[in-house]
């Protein structure tokens, strides 16, 4: 088992070195800001953004996937559950401290890089392209701030699908994410315009308006469901403050469907969903709760569904994502674990075998602040 990203030029290690975690560290809590700095200053991870490395699941190669189907219900890298209420996809860089936030596994976003990018709504697009073409000062370019911005995927998606210059504020709390995302990081809009970006260092749930003053578009993917309640409320303020549209990507909606199914799909994903919402995280909820806010603050708020379909090709992905799915249905309910691990064995030897498809939903969510004056 590895937990390394491999390539002939350069590799993950399982835990950030000092110079990657330094690189973007600020004191706990505090914002900090990192441009992107000239070529050759950092190494890229092979495979992030689309490069050319190869990812080892911490599983195994996938063919292997049912023989190592035994040791299922451990903490898989890149999988989670590792025990932490609502922790989900993640896996614990460090030993130790039980209160350090869940981090993920930069594998694991990469991972799931392409499927979110094909799942992504792009019905969304048009509708925030017209709005950001007619916002004022426009000509300066557009302020892009990423809210868990991971490795970047969420830039190199957007990025080169928006005209003009762009200037991305790519904030998370994990600096060895910052790190890959600075290096990874968009060069041009869909025009041939330059992009730009910086990293800040903070907690996100914490945002005050002044963070995005200036902003001209607020976006996330994969985030919304691992806020509570109040921060979502806290960051909906907090974009309403700075009058700008969001467009928040790839909610978990709670539903997924296997082909072929089971009886056991639906205990599963009811004890797992109950995990996404422990200790108060919103989980599949969390689209409702988003557009209950942005509706309180008179924004026109557009939902369309975002599902990964994922198949032979997507068998990597696949295999993480069932480990880590059925892994905190039995963390929930542990009284699943004797049927969950024949369930598990089964699924993951016909994922490896090409014989199993999983579509597993998500929502992608724009809201458009009611224009200064005027009417959405
Ligand atoms: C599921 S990952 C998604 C990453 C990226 N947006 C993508 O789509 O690949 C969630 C990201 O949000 C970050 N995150 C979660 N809660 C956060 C918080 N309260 N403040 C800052 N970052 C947070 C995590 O560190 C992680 O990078």
Not at 182 to 201: H, L
Not at 288 to 295: G, L, M, P, Y
Not at 333 to 340: K, T, V
């Amino acid at each position: 088992m590895t937990d390394t990203m491999k390539s002939g030029t350069a590799a993950i290690p399982a835990q950030p070195g000092p110079a990657e975690a330094e690189s973007v560290r600020g004191s706990e809590g505090e914002e900090e800001s990192v441009r992107r700095k000239g070529n050759g200053e950092h190494r890229m991870p092979a495979g992030v953004g689309g490069g050319e490395g190869t990812v080892e699941s911490a599983a195994g190669p996938v063919g292997s996937a049912a023989a190592a189907a035994d040791s299922v219900l451990s903490a898989v890298a890149g999988a989670g559950p590792v025990g932490r209420p609502g922790e989900r996809a993640t896996v614990r860089l460090r030993a130790g401290d039980p209160e350090e936030p869940p981090r993920y596994a930069p594998e694991w976003l990469q991972l799931r890089e392409g499927p979110d990018a094909a799942a992504r709504a792009q019905d969304l697009l048009d509708p925030l392209r017209i709005r950001l073409a007619n916002q004022p000062g426009r000509a300066g370019g557009l302020a892009v701030h990423d809210l868990g911005c991971g490795t970047g995927s969420m830039g190199r998606w957007l990025a080169p699908r928006l005209d003009g210059a762009q200037h991305w504020v790519l904030h998370d709390r994990d600096p060895y994410l910052l790190h890959f995302a600075a290096v990874a990081s968009p060069r041009s809009a869909a025009d041939g315009s330059p992009v730009s970006v910086e990293t800040r260092r903070g907690d996100v749930a914490r945002l005050t308006p002044d963070a995005l003053s200036g902003a001209s578009l607020v976006t996330a993917s994969a985030l919304l469901d691992v806020l509570t309640r109040d921060e979502v409320f806290a960051l909906v303020d907090a974009c309403a403050g700075a009058g700008c549209p969001a467009l928040l990507t790839l909610s978990v909606a709670g539903r997924v469907e296997l082909t072929p199914d089971h009886p056991l799909d639906a205990e599963i994903a009811e004890a797992f969903n109950a995990h996404q919402r422990r200790a108060g995280l919103l989980g599949p909820d969390a689209v409702t709760v988003a557009c209950e806010a942005f509706a309180a603050r008179g924004a026109s708020v557009r939902v369309h569904p975002s599902p990964w379909r994922l198949g032979p090709d997507q068998a990597a992905l696949t295999e993480q994502w069932l480990r880590g799915w059925v892994g905190a249905a039995v963390e929930q309910r542990p009284d699943l674990r004797e049927r969950a691990e024949p369930y598990l064995h089964d699924r993951l030897a016909a994922c490896a075998a090409g014989a199993l498809r999983v579509v597993v939903h998500h929502s992608d969510l724009l809201a458009l602040p009611r224009p200064a004056g005027g009417t959405s």
